[in-house]
Structure formats: C-alpha cells, structure tokens
C-alpha cells in the first residue's frame, strides 16, 4: 500500500532554514509527480510546490518563491522541500501528497490531484 | 490565479440528511476538480477527481458533478463518519488552489 512518511519539522527562528522529508514506499515513485501542501493552524489548504515524475520541472506558490526549493531523490524513494528565509506565516503543518494522474501524462498536461497524503510534519517559525 | 469559493463556510446536519456543497472558481476550469475530506487533526482524503469520477473504496453516497466555474460534492444520505470539512481543489495547467474549506457539523 502507498504510504507517505513526513519527517524534519520543529521550531526554527525567523529567517532560518529547515529541510523537510518524505519518504515514499508502496509504488513506483519515479513514475509520479509528487507535491508539498501546506496548512496553517486553524486554517484551509495551500498547495506549495511541486515536482515533476523525472525532477526536471518544479513549480512554486507565489508565497514561497525563491525561499523553497523542492527536489526528490529517486535512489532513496524520497522527496525534500529545503525551506529558507522562513517567517512566521510560513508556520504550518507541511504535507507531502502523491500525483494522482501518471507522471508523463501530468507533465505534458501540467494537471495533477493528490490521491495519497502523508500525516504531516508541524514547522513552527517563531522567536 | 484562480481562485475557488466554497458555499457554505459551515454546514449543519443529521444523519441521514442530503447535504450539498457548492464550489465556484474565478474562470472556467472545464472539468479539473478533485474533492477532498479532512478529519480533525488528520491529513486529507482524496475522494473525487475530474469533478464527478469517484475514487476507488469512496462510498457511493459522495457524487460530483459540474463543470467550468460552478461544481457540487453531494452526499446522499449523511453517515456519521462524514462529519468533517470537505475542500474543493482546482489542477489546470500547473495551477493548484482550494477552496475555504466547508465544515459540516453536527445539528
């Protein structure tokens, strides 16, 4: 069965970087785009970025540009997201969530949902 | 960017009742919606994509249906598993955004 394990969350000050993971197991995971979604406590969605099933496209909310950087290592079955410069609203519980649709097909297409979800790892951006 | 509404915010209901959700988007987005469930304190659930093809192991009493900038998640007769907050989501090209959010409660 998939599963999406989460892992690199904490407490880190304004202005500092943190590195998230997420290990994928369950199915092929060079074959599908896999994306970064983030929640605010208390608060509705927000997708952040996304890879494509070869790495070779990567795309960013507005909110994280140039901060976020997402990549995923296909040797390990892993995804990271490297968060720096972070703020305060970047305080969130982080999701990892697999492409639903085959990565070729969501490349091309440039569409994807999410049908499977890691249980998140909480980021604190706090002094 | 495309931005999604959800109507209503909360919504209120027994089990056994048929509850709509509406989800309208800022410009046409044909048929790229996915519906999705989210219990307290859990990750989202994946339940509906192309805006009316039910995922597999999704109970038939979810339905979707729409398509270009208005959209509903019908649940036929409320389980009391169903109570929690549903987010519509839109994937045109390279383009993700969800809804508010719709919490359904208790009546």
């Known amino acids: 069965q998939v599963q999406l394990v989460e892992s690199g969350g904490g407490v880190v000050q304004p202005g500092r970087s943190l590195r998230l993971s997420c290990a994928a197991s369950g199915f092929t995971f060079s074959s599908y785009g896999m994306h970064w979604v983030r929640q605010a406590p208390g608060e509705g969605l927000e997708w952040v970025a996304v890879t494509s099933y070869d790495g070779s496209n990567k795309y960013y909310a507005d909110s994280v540009k140039g901060r976020f950087t997402i990549s995923r290592d296909i040797s390990k079955n892993t995804l990271y997201l490297q968060m720096n410069s972070l703020r305060t609203e970047d305080t969130a519980v982080y999701y990892c969530?697999?492409?639903?649709?085959?990565?070729?097909?969501?490349?091309?297409?440039?569409?994807?949902?999410?049908?499977?979800w890691g249980q998140g790892t909480l980021v604190t951006v706090s002094s | 960017d495309i931005q999604m509404t959800q109507s209503p915010s909360t919504l209120s209901a027994s089990v056994g009742d048929r509850v709509t959700i509406t989800c309208r988007a800022s410009q046409s987005i044909s048929r790229w919606l996915a519906w999705y469930q989210q219990r307290p304190g859990k990750a989202p659930k994946f339940l509906i994509y192309?805006?009316?093809s039910l995922e597999s192991g999704v109970p038939s009493r979810f339905s979707g249906s729409g398509s270009g900038t208005e959209f509903t998640l019908t649940i036929s007769s409320l389980q009391p598993d169903d109570f929690a907050t549903y987010y519509c989501?839109?994937?045109?090209?390279?383009?993700?955004?969800f809804g508010q959010g719709t919490k359904v409660e208790i009546k």
């Open positions: 192309d805006a009316s």
């Open positions: 969530a697999k492409g639903g649709i085959d990565g070729a097909t969501a490349k091309v297409r440039g569409m994807d949902y999410f049908d499977y």
């Open positions: 989501q839109q994937y045109s090209t390279y383009s993700w955004t």
